[in-house]
């Protein structure tokens, strides 16, 4: 996330008329730093141990768990996902007076991880499962659903994620 963020303001940066350069290194500052405080909170810290990162952290094993996150987890993940909303308002200020055309891609991610939040939040998502997902989210576009997803009995259906457990036989 923090790649893509850095990419974002490096393009901001090139699109902004009679803005100064300190004040754009400030804007990608901020909101790195709010993403930073968010996953460096005792609570980020306890959730990131198990959820993808998009960072060093990461391992195939946060991609197969099959547990659900544990309710101490779960508790970590709603008070994550509430500070994270602050973030998210660095990223709509600084585009919305710069880059007005993400707007809506940004909108489409954040729902979709939204999305994955409530049935983790839920506990109606294993780890792994949510890990893949949140991963296809970040790589999809709003326009260009995933076909990737179906073999995991998740699929995008507009914005909605729906997930089925397959039949035992």
Same mark, same amino acid.
Do not use: Y
């Given at each position: 996330?923090? $790649?893509?963020?850095?990419? %974002?303001?490096?393009?901001?940066?090139?699109?902004?008329?009679?803005? %100064? $350069?300190? &004040? /754009?290194q400030q804007s990608a500052k901020s909101a790195s730093s709010c993403l930073q405080d968010v996953?460096?909170?005792?609570?980020g810290q306890i959730l990131y $141990?198990?959820?993808?990162?998009?960072?060093?952290t990461d391992t195939e094993a946060k991609l197969s768990d099959p547990n659900p996150l544990t309710p101490t987890e779960r508790d970590a993940l709603v008070q994550v996902h509430n500070n994270i /909303?602050?973030?998210?308002? /660095?990223?709509?200020?600084?585009?919305?007076?710069?880059?007005?055309?993400?707007?809506p891609y940004w909108l489409d991610y954040f729902h979709?991880?939204? &999305?994955?939040?409530n049935k983790l939040a839920s506990g109606e998502l294993p780890?792994? @499962?949510?890990?893949?997902?949140?991963?296809?989210?970040?790589?999809?576009?709003a326009s260009e659903p995933d076909?990737?997803?179906?073999?995991?009995?998740c699929r995008w259906v507009a914005? &909605? @994620?729906?997930?089925?457990?397959?039949?035992?036989?």
């Open positions: 996330m923090r $790649a893509c963020l850095f990419a %974002t303001f490096c393009v901001v940066a090139g699109g902004l008329a009679g803005c %100064t $350069a300190t &004040a /754009i996953k460096s909170s005792q609570e $141990a198990k959820l993808w990162a998009s960072d060093a /909303i602050s973030c998210r308002q /660095i990223i709509f200020s600084d585009d919305s007076r710069s880059a007005a055309w993400k707007l979709r991880s939204d &999305a994955i939040f780890i792994g @499962l949510a890990n893949k997902l949140t991963i296809a989210s970040a790589q999809t576009t076909s990737r997803l179906t073999a995991l009995n914005n &909605a @994620l729906s997930c089925t457990v397959p039949a035992q036989h």
